[in-house]
């Protein structure tokens, strides 16, 4: 039995109740480094909030069950309602084209109606509870905008040989008792002779939380304190039949699609007790990402084909709820798991509306608002095998690529070697929304969303934090780390574009355009090394965006690898699947927050107020605004080098170059090409009260002069192309430069 003790910054990483990140987080003086949105309290969904008889705390952890003060509860995943897995796809399914490597394993659609919003079956938790007179059950939907159009169905207690779930619903599993419920309406029928029993069950609707509550009468069924096994599915209903709808091949405004090939269409969109999905896997060679559990309900997706479902069950011990025993299971199946990769659930600020929509895609330099638009988002972690520094978990932001999904990474090498090294960083991969997202808007707030989320859960070390992605994870790389450098301390871009799209120098970036390309804005990491993959017959981040991109960093002298892999093309590393070298690289570097030599560009169409990502500062400069905004990619630039610290910058060693060979992976060995350069140690001289700064095309700047170790008498060396205004925070000196 696993107690949890109350308060512990342990106890909540594993109850998945509500912690403060405090520690976790950058707390020193202003300003904080990232956007706001990394440092705003938790979010409420509905969906994780108790009422009436209902006390536990949800577990977050998808695919898990626990027992907790007295009710049992199942986590099932989120947006995985695919249902059973046909020959091919629904002809009008509007995800092909956007998922072309996190396409489901279940092939369903639903019908078209918007009351649907294409996630109205999609099962987030199911809990049991005993009760004096009754037995409780609490089924939470992720989407709940119409209640009678999606009906669940329980099989209670066991049998000799799998049985038929009522109404249609074509599938089977062993059991005593099936109880049904759609809308308001509930139904508990004998599995051996379909005999409805009486009194009905009561069921009560929480349209606001989306949760559903049945109440069975012990009159009619009473568990005792016995075991007993349970097994749910959930999917639509048809009022005027009184039945569950069964897909056919292509959807329309009332049938779900998505079956074609399959003789007798399983109604079940979810099933719950899942304890056993895979991960995503490794791939061997000459394979391209076939048989990949993305969404991980290949199991869920082949049992519906078969039309059992009997592999997904639970044992639910009555004796040890009506003890009020709280056992999270570790280490059984089906428990609840403390270190390894996990899929968590994050509670978002924001919905944009119920379910999914796939009507439109990102892929532009705007405000993606995503394809999964409800308030609970999906997140892949991993967490060390190894116990708690003491300083706190490192941190490393593993991005997915274009058409991928946050379990891109899931149990693979990436993933571990990330995770595993020096003292034990944990790693994660948000969802960003969708596939295409390409970190903008809500879609790149989803980032910070997750991450000030394991901040509340886990205790981190907030100096030790780096940055890595794939393809458009590199691109979200480079991205981040360019808008927000004082928060990280590495960062390894994989086959990743500098823009966002294809980047062929001197043409901008095609579809993102010149707003959307960071080599103009590398200037910014002076304090960031950086890692850099290409393959040099990458098919769709050409070669020679990549190699500019490393000449700049070159060029301006920064800290930089550049591994170009022969005969490589895109998806080779992620076949390959070897990290070491990369996990090496980033080490257990921290972040310097406080560098005496501070270079930001400034790129306001990168920001989204709305969505709290707003980049206008960096280490011991704020308020950074563009004197003119005008055209389609302004950008602003400040260079300040305090005399305070007493410090001169870094020499620039030469560039070298050198071939240099990956071993280790699924494709053997793989040689590339490198051109390196490092700084020297920098030294020490005397330190002087003199800022020196630059700024091009900016109206204002704030220095904080503490962080700059300076006074507020410091002599200010401004150097501008027009009117600036600078104020040293906290001093009460403002004083305007270049023109009145």
């Known amino acids: ?89 629904d002809p009008g399914d509007p995800r092909t084209g956007e998922d072309s490597f996190s396409a489901p394993n279940g092939t369903y659609t639903y019908p078209t109606d918007p009351a649907y919003a294409n996630n109205a079956a999609d099962l987030v938790e ?54 049904t419920v759609h809308g308001n309406h509930g139904e508990l029928v004998r599995a051996s002779d379909s005999k409805v029993l009486n009194p009905a069950p009561q069921v009560s609707i929480d349209a606001q939380r989306r949760q559903i509550r049945v109440l069975v009468p012990h009159s009619v069924w009473n568990p005792g304190e016995r075991t007993i096994r349970l097994a749910a599915g959930v999917g639509l209903w048809n009022r005027a039949t009184g039945r569950y709808r069964v897909p056919a091949e292509g959807a329309t405004a009332d049938r779900p699609g998505g079956a074609a090939g399959l003789t007798d269409p399983a109604a079940f969109f979810n099933v719950a007790f899942r ?79 119920q379910g999914a929509d796939y009507s439109t895609t990102c892929g532009s330099p705007n405000d993606c608002q995503g394809e999964l638009r409800g308030r609970l988002q999906p997140y892949a972690i991993y967490v060390p095998k190894k116990p708690t520094p003491s300083g706190g978990y490192g941190l490393t932001l593993l991005l997915h690529s274009l058409g991928a999904n946050y379990n891109q990474f899931g149990d693979s090498r990436n993933q571990s070697q ?31 969303e997750v991450w000030a989320d394991v901040a509340r859960r886990y205790r981190l070390d907030p100096q030790w934090t780096a940055i890595a992605g794939y393809s458009m994870g590199g691109y979200g790389t480079y991205k981040f780390a360019t808008q927000y450098p004082d928060l990280f301390a590495r960062a390894n871009p994989v086959v990743g574009p500098p823009g966002l799209g294809v980047w062929v120098p001197p043409s901008p970036p095609q579809p993102g355009g010149a707003a959307s390309n960071t080599n103009r804005m590398l200037a910014s990491v002076r304090q960031i090394p950086f890692l850099i993959w290409n393959g040099s017959e990458d098919e769709l981040v050409p070669v020679a965006g990549a190699t500019a991109q490393a000449q700049t960093f070159d060029d301006l002298g920064y800290r930089y690898r550049f591994d170009l892999f022969t005969n490589a ?90 071939p240099g060979t990956l071993e280790g992976g699924n494709l053997g060995t793989m040689p590339y090409n490198e051109r390196l350069k490092t700084w020297d140690p920098g030294t020490s001289t005397t330190a002087h009260q003199v800022l020196h700064l630059n700024a091009q095309n900016l109206a204002q700047v704030v220095v904080h002069p503490a962080r700059a170790r300076l006074s507020c008498n410091a002599h200010l060396d401004v150097t501008t192309d027009g009117p600036l205004t600078l104020r040293l925070a906290g001093c009460g000196r403002t004083l305007t430069f270049g023109g009145s």
């Open 275 to 353: 304890f056993g999905e895979p991960w995503q896997h490794t791939f061997p060679p000459n394979t391209v990402f076939s048989d990949a559990a993305w969404w991980r309900d290949r199991q869920q997706g082949n049992a519906l084909a078969e039309n059992n479902i009997s592999a997904f069950f639970a044992k639910v011990d009555f004796a040890k709820l009506v003890a009020g025993v709280t056992d999270n299971q570790y280490g059984k199946p089906g428990g609840v798991p403390r270190s390894g990769p996990m899929d968590r659930i994050v509670a978002s600020h924001f919905e944009t509306k």
């Open 418 to 448: 990330f995770g595993d090294r020096g003292p034990g960083s944990i790693v994660i991969t948000p969802e960003g929304r969708g596939p295409d997202g390409w970190y903008y808007g809500h879609a790149g707030a989803d980032t910070f």
């Open 1 to 89: 039995m696993g107690i949890v003790l109350a308060g512990s910054v342990a106890a909540v990483a594993l109850w998945g109740g509500t912690a403060t990140a405090s520690g976790s987080l950058y707390q020193g003086p202003a300003p904080r480094p990232g956007p706001d949105i990394l440092y705003r309290p938790a979010a409420k969904a509905p969906q994780l909030q108790n009422s009436g008889i209902w006390r536990a705390n949800p577990i977050l952890i998808s695919g898990a069950s626990a027992y907790r003060r007295g009710e049992f509860l199942y986590q099932d995943f989120l947006y995985d309602d695919h249902g059973a897995h046909g020959e091919s796809r």
């Open 569 to 658: 093309d895109h998806f080779a590393l992620a076949v390959n699947d070897q990290y070491a070298p990369a996990a090496a690289f980033l080490g257990t570097s921290e972040v310097n927050r406080n560098p005496a030599h501070v270079t930001y560009v400034v790129n306001p169409t990168m920001d989204f107020p709305s969505a709290g990502t707003v980049a206008n500062h960096a280490y011991w400069l704020s308020g950074l605004a563009l004197r003119d905004r005008s055209g389609n990619a302004p950008l602003g630039r400040v260079d300040a080098r305090s005399e305070g610290f007493g410090l001169i910058d870094p020499a620039k060693n030469p560039t070298q170059t050198g």
């Open 126 to 179: 199911l809990r049991v509870k005993p009760l004096p007179d009754a037995t409780a059950f609490r089924i939470t939907l992720n989407t709940l905008k119409d209640p009678p159009l999606v009906a669940t169905t329980i099989a209670i207690g066991s049998s000799a040989e799998p049985r038929e779930f009522p109404h249609g619903a074509n599938v089977s599993a062993p059991a005593a008792f099936f109880l």
